[in-house]
């Protein structure tokens, strides 16, 4: 079964500085990696996902990860923050059975400092 | 490109009752997954319907069913409703199992208040 967990349910960062928010996967057999973005009162927006090839991916926004199988780790980053990225951010794995449900985090809700 | 829609946005019922919130899939899309998002934490897998049948369920009761229409749009029917039952429930559409990456298109959500 697959499963993720994301460290820090609560990130602030200054506007213009470094956004770093992180998650970790388990799964028995390569996995697809997703970030999601949930602003207040609204469904999920895909940011990125990783499945095959380059383990660096760039999503809308700004925001890229970098999938590392041996630290099993899918983090996601963004140079410089905007006020407009204050939201909530969940990491999800897809599913290996016939359905690929998406397995997520329990989100890390990201605030910026003006 | 029509997005995925949901109906109603917001919902209140009382405990014991039944509810029915309705899903339109993606254009292009015709597999509809369906999750419910407790306040304060992810989206849980409820059930994923494909080709009008059930693809899947996540560890919720037989009181959570739902249906899918040949034109893929989708419902979740939650009977004898209980006060843990309030949630954000999420709809999400896809390709079919197997085609692409499996990455889901998630509606606005149907706000659940059971009092």
């Known amino acids: 079964a697959q499963s993720v967990t994301q460290l820090g349910s609560h990130v602030s960062v200054s506007e213009g500085a470094l956004v770093l928010l992180r998650c970790n996967y388990s799964?028995?057999?390569?996995?697809?990696l997703f970030w999601y973005v949930q602003y207040p009162n609204q469904g999920l927006q895909l940011l990125l996902k990783?499945?095959?090839?380059?383990?660096l991916v760039k999503g809308i926004n700004g925001f890229e990860a970098e999938f590392k199988k041996s630290e099993t780790s899918f983090h996601l980053t963004k140079p410089s923050a905007h006020m407009s990225d204050a939201a909530e951010y969940f990491c999800a794995v897809r599913g290996n059975s016939g359905n690929e449900k998406l397995t997520f985090g329990t989100g890390t809700r990201l605030t910026i400092i003006p | 490109e029509t997005g995925v829609t949901q109906s109603p946005t917001h919902l209140i019922k009382t405990r014991g009752q039944q509810v029915t919130l309705r899903c339109s899939s993606q254009?292009?899309?015709?597999?509809v997954s369906w999750y419910q998002q407790a306040l304060g934490q992810g989206p849980q897998f409820i059930f994923q319907?494909?080709?009008?049948?059930?693809?899947g369920r996540g560890n919720f009761p037989p009181r959570f069913s739902g249906l899918q229409f040949p034109n893929y749009s989708s419902e979740l029917n939650v009977n004898a409703l209980e006060l843990d039952d309030s949630a954000l429930y999420l709809c999400?559409?896809?390709?079919?199992?197997?085609?692409?990456?499996?990455?889901?298109?998630f509606g606005p959500g149907t706000r659940l208040t059971v009092l």
């Open positions: 319907y494909y080709r009008e049948e059930e693809n």
């Open positions: 999400a559409s896809s390709l079919a199992p197997g085609q692409g990456a499996g990455e889901q298109f």
């Open positions: 254009s292009g899309h015709n597999t």
């Open positions: 799964s028995s057999v390569p996995p697809y």
């Open positions: 990783y499945t095959t090839g380059a383990t």
